[in-house]
C-alpha cells in the first residue's frame, strides 16, 4: 500500500463511520454566507457569483473565507476533530460548485519543536486535509499542498491560545 494511500483509505473510513452525522447534516440548510461582493446563496444552497454564473477569483477568496478557509489541530496532532470535518465538509461543497479553481492547502506548526519537526508535522497536516477533501470528491488533480512549519504564525505570543491559533491546515484558491 503506497504512503498517500493509506491516508486517503483512513478519511473514506472516517467518512464512512461519520454517516449518521452527515444523514442530519443533508436535512439542514448550510448556514447563510455574508453577501460579500455579490456572493450569496442560490436556491440549492450553493454559493453564487456577481451574476454570471462563474465567480471571480477575489469572489470566490471571499466565499471561501466567509465559509472557513482554516481548520484547527491539537498539539503534535495532524487528525481532524468533528469541527474541522464541518468545516471541510462545506469547503468540499464549495470547490464542486467552483471547479474552475485550483487549491493549495498549507500545513502550519506553532513555534515549538525544531524546524524539521514542524516542517514535517505541516506536512502531515496538509496531507490529511487533501485526503480528506479527495474522500468528499475534490478532484486530487486541483489539490496541492505546502507545509510552513513554524514558519508563517499568525500569532507570535508563547502563549497556549497564541499556539492554538497557529497550528492550522489553510485553503487557500490559485490563481
Not at 467552483?98 to 497536516?125: F, K, S, V
Request: with cysteine.
Amino acid at each position: 500500500m503506497t504512503p498517500r494511500l493509506l491516508p486517503a483509505l483512513c478519511a473514506a473510513l472516517l467518512l464512512a463511520a461519520c454517516g449518521s452525522d452527515a444523514e442530519k447534516q443533508s436535512d439542514t440548510q448550510p448556514p447563510q454566507l455574508a453577501n460579500a461582493g455579490g456572493t450569496g446563496l442560490n436556491g440549492d444552497g450553493g454559493i453564487t457569483g456577481s451574476g454570471n454564473g462563474t465567480m471571480t477569483t477575489a469572489e470566490a477568496m471571499s466565499a471561501l473565507q466567509s465559509i472557513g478557509n482554516t481548520v484547527y489541530f491539537d498539539t503534535d496532532s495532524y487528525s481532524l476533530n468533528a469541527q474541522a470535518q464541518t468545516v471541510l465538509q462545506k469547503q468540499a461543497v464549495f470547490l464542486k460548485q467552483n471547479p474552475q479553481h485550483g487549491i493549495t492547502i498549507e500545513g502550519h506548526a506553532d513555534e515549538r519543536g525544531t524546524r524539521e519537526y514542524n516542517l514535517a508535522l505541516g506536512e502531515r497536516r496538509a496531507e490529511t486535509v487533501v485526503n480528506y477533501l479527495t474522500a468528499l470528491g475534490i478532484d486530487g488533480a486541483r489539490l496541492k499542498e505546502i507545509s510552513y512549519g513554524k514558519e508563517k504564525p499568525i500569532c507570535v505570543d508563547s502563549t497556549e491560545s497564541c499556539w492554538g491559533q497557529n497550528r492550522r491546515g489553510v485553503t487557500t484558491l490559485d490563481n
